[in-house]
Structures are given as C-alpha cells and as structure tokens.
C-alpha cells in the first residue's frame, strides 16, 4: 500500500521512472531510496509514514540559509510523507576513516566547525529546548527499558536533574541532536563549511552548547581515539571563547545525559521493535558513561547511576535480547 501510495505520488513527477534502490535508514519508521537515471545525477526518496517531514523542510531551510550543507528540496508532499531531496555524496565520516584512518582529526576538526556555526546560529525555528528539567525526563527510558527494574527511576532522575542544574550553562543553541559519523557526508571536492554534509536532523532541539559536540565524540557507533577527542574539546572551547577546564564537568553531564537516554532508545528498539542490531552498540555506550562518569564534578551522579543500572555484561544483553 505504502509503496503504491509512493508511485503515484512520483508518477507525475520527472522521477517517476527513476529507479528506487534501498539504502540503510535511521533507527525511526523512516526509510529511504536512491533514485537513479542514466546520467542524471543521483537523488534521495524519503519515506516518511508518520508525515512528520515539515520539521526536516523547516530544519534544511534554516541551514541552508547560512552555508551549511543541507540536502536541497526538490518535491515535498508532507501530505504523505514524502520528499525528494539532493544525494549529498555515499561516504560519510565512519566510512572515510575505515578507508583512510589518517583523516580522522582532519574530518573531526571539519565537524567541529560545522558545530561552532549551529553554536551561533539564531535561527526563528520552534523547537523544543532542554533545560535541566527536560533532561531529567528524557532519561526515563534508560529505567523503562534498560534498566531490570523501574524501582530507581524516580532517583536516578534526581540525580540528573540536580546534576544538569549545577554544572551546566543553560544558555540555548542549536544542535542537531543525532550529529555523528554516519549522518555526516565526507565531500572532498569542496573547500568550505559545506564539505561536511548533514543528515537526519529533523529531530533538532535548542540544547546547552557541546550537545552536538558529545553527540560526535562519543559516537555509539565508532570509536573515536582519546587524542582526537581531547584535541576537538580544546579547539570547540577556545572557539567559544572558554577554557577546557571551565566546561569539563558541564561537557560531562552533557554527554552522561546524552548516553543514558541512548541506553534506553536501544534497549527499546531490540525489546519493542526487534532490531537486536542495538545490543552490540551498547558496551560502547556504556563505555562513554564511565568515561565522563569518571569526572570529578559526576561523583554523586555516579554512584546513583552504578546503583540502579546495571552494566550491559552477558546477563544483561541476555535480558534484553529475549523476546
């Protein structure tokens, strides 16, 4: 239904007779195709079943308007769900580095800037800001999903919210919230901010400065080296005009808040949606929580966080993964 529904809606379109091919999607209901003619240069067909792709157009406008790489919108039917939008190029971050393992700084350093440009940026969008007490509430799926029991939820929450209020600046700016290697398109034929190309930013908020920073840094699904991330920290503060130790706690509990929420969405998508592909990211997550939970300014949220979640060991992943 859904793709006869997509057919009609190109049949009148000059990419009505293009060819669809499948490529690998994000973790929401969303999927997407590259379309392809003979010589034509390639586009991308997203399929949006929950027809919540106004905040994507809203999101791409805004970015595109300061030089940022946003893929361009050629149709848009938010009616049903659907856009075809500008192919920014097949090799993001993740897939550069394997291949060329010396770029890695030089890419991360070409991010970071991209990160400093959305610090600025004041864009008139309507988005949802989090605050301390908004943090607070987005970890609750790390105890509704996660965590065996929901017998902690209420302290953990406390402990997040009493942490983000003392150590980190409120002030608002703009992160595209699911900014890491695979959503970021490596295009070496340019020269500017716009050789880093964005996607999947439909989900943006107004969120503390470094969101989008810990967001990279601490990538669910690559790795990133100690001496890259420690360079990019310095260089995103300096930027910002702060110094390293003056945003070391507040980029800690950034991030501790970021990875604990992440515990949950994935935890989610094996035991909700069956996609056990989740459960082999989460030692990593785990591995950025006890990394930033080991900041001096994190000790009462650490032991809160230690009590009540338990570490993704083989029990655990066990737990999870059974239907």
């Not at 590259?34 to 805004?62: G, Q, V």
């Not at 190029?89 to 800037?113: T, V």
């Not at 600025?120 to 065996?148: E, F, N, W």
Request: with cysteine; aromatic share 6%.
């Amino acid at each position: 239904m859904r793709d006869l529904q997509i057919d009609k809606a190109l049949a009148g379109t000059p990419w009505g007779e293009w060819t669809k091919t499948a490529i690998a999607g994000d973790a929401s209901a969303r999927r997407y195709f590259r379309l392809t003619h003979s010589d034509e240069p390639s586009l991308i067909l997203m399929d949006d079943p929950t027809l919540t792709t106004a905040p994507f157009a809203n999101i791409s406008d805004a970015l595109t308007r300061t030089g940022l790489s946003a893929p361009k919108i050629y149709l848009h039917e938010p009616r049903i769900g659907l856009m075809v939008i500008e192919d920014l190029g097949s090799i993001d971050f993740a897939r550069q580095i394997e291949q060329h393992p010396n770029d890695e700084l030089a890419l991360y350093h070409a991010a970071n800037k991209v990160i400093i440009a959305l610090h600025t940026l004041k864009p008139s969008l309507s988005l949802a800001t989090i605050t301390p007490t908004v943090a607070a509430d987005m970890i609750d799926l790390a105890s509704l999903h996660y965590a065996a029991t929901e017998a902690g939820k209420g302290d953990l929450q406390a402990a997040m919210l009493r942490a983000y209020s003392e150590l980190v600046d409120p002030e608002p700016h703009l992160a595209l919230r699911d900014f890491h290697a695979e959503n970021l398109i490596w295009r070496s034929q340019l020269s500017g901010i716009d050789r880093v190309g964005l996607l999947d930013f439909q989900d943006a908020v107004f969120a503390p400065a470094g969101y989008d920073l810990m967001s990279l840094l601490r990538d669910a699904r690559r790795d990133v080296s100690s001496k890259v991330a420690d360079e990019i920290m310095v260089a995103f503060c300096n930027k910002i005009g702060r110094d390293m130790s003056q945003m070391s706690a507040h980029l800690a509990c950034v991030s501790v808040q970021r990875n604990l929420r992440i515990l949950g969405i994935f935890a989610r998508l094996t035991k909700r949606d069956g996609k056990v592909k989740y459960l082999s990211l989460l030692p990593r997550v785990w591995a950025h929580l006890m990394t930033d939970l080991a900041h001096p300014a994190m000790v009462d949220l650490r032991k809160v966080v230690m009590a009540e979640l338990p570490p993704p060991n083989t029990e655990t992943l066990q737990r999870l993964g059974t239907p």
